[in-house]
């Protein structure tokens, strides 16, 4: 690095990269885009310069967001979970999130939700639950849906009382 770019002042560096970006062949822009370009480089490079990049950073205030439901009547129906996101009824939750950009924690941090608030409509939980056992998932290797019948149904051995027991 020579001395004379460390000579530069925030406005020369500024000037220097917009040039730069400018003459990149693929740097398709409009005229009316290059001094907000210009702006935006003199803000970054004084921050640089002056070693406090965080000062240039305005700080955002937290968003407030208010639930289009409660939590009580999202969870109200077994059939849907309701969106606090836009109050409209889903089987499961997870689909509607990742196309609004969040995941499950974020939405529960969000609304102020506990950790164990469903992502998943009860009913649509058990229909599926009920189709999975029904083709045999969750079986041990080997085991047949007959023999795990078979071993449910069968009655436990009776225990024998003993004459001392039966004397009693």
Do not use: C
Not at 86 to 96: A, F, N
Not at 133 to 157: E, F, H, M, V, Y
Request: hydrophobic share 35%; aromatic share 6%; proline share 8%.
């Amino acid at each position: 690095m020579s001395d004379t770019t460390l000579d530069l002042n925030p406005v020369e560096l500024a000037t220097e990269l917009t040039i730069a970006w400018l003459a990149n062949p693929n740097t398709r822009t409009n005229a009316d885009d290059v001094p907000a370009f210009l702006n935006k480089m003199y803000e970054t490079v004084s921050a640089l310069v002056g070693g406090n990049a965080t000062a240039a950073e305005p700080q955002v205030p937290a968003q407030e967001y208010t639930p289009a439901v409660t939590a009580r009547k999202s969870l109200a129906s077994p059939d849907h979970i309701i969106s606090m996101i836009d109050g409209k009824p889903y089987k499961t939750l997870r689909r509607h999130l990742s196309t609004n950009g969040m995941t499950p924690v974020e939405y529960r941090e969000r609304y102020g939700l506990k950790a164990d608030y469903p992502m998943v409509a009860p009913a649509y939980s058990e229909a599926r639950r009920t189709m999975a056992k029904s083709i045999g998932l969750g079986r041990k290797p080997g085991q047949t849906n007959a023999a795990k019948a078979d071993a449910k149904s069968a009655p436990a051995p009776r225990k024998r009382k003993t004459e001392e027991a039966a004397a009693e």
